[in-house]
């Protein structure tokens, strides 16, 4: 049947012409961010202030990937300096966000379990 879980998907993610869709959330910026993650894989935070930290999220599901899309207001110089101990770095290294005035910096993470989420891509100043 057109739902069996025998499907593949081709190149762009689509299942026989149809798009596979995630819901996208906006976080509310803060000195404490939070992320329920049941409330979409994708998240955008725009900062305007300094010194954020991004608490440890809630509702993980082992086995997704997660994505966290940071945008500097026009100002910039806006900075995340702290990460809930669920997130887990190459090395212990933090991700350094671009701090150029409405740039953009995507991150990618994989939840290993529902404390656990290893940082797996960084693309900074997307313009």
Do not use: C
Request: aromatic content about 8%.
């Amino acid at each position: 049947g057109t739902n069996s879980p025998t499907q593949r998907l081709d190149v762009n993610g689509n299942i026989k012409g149809k798009q596979l869709a995630t819901t996208v959330q906006i976080l509310v910026d803060g000195s404490n961010v939070s992320w329920d993650m049941n409330s979409g894989s994708t998240a955008i935070l725009t900062l305007t202030d300094t010194g954020r930290t991004i608490n440890n999220p809630s509702n993980i599901m082992a086995g997704t990937r997660y994505s966290l899309i940071v945008k500097q207001d026009s100002t910039g110089n806006r900075t995340i300096t702290g990460w809930g101990t669920y997130f887990k770095f190459a090395g212990g290294i933090k991700p350094r966000i671009t701090t150029g005035g409405n740039v953009v910096d995507y991150l990618e993470f994989f939840a290993e379990s529902s404390s656990i989420l290893h940082i797996t891509n960084h693309i900074s100043a997307l313009q």
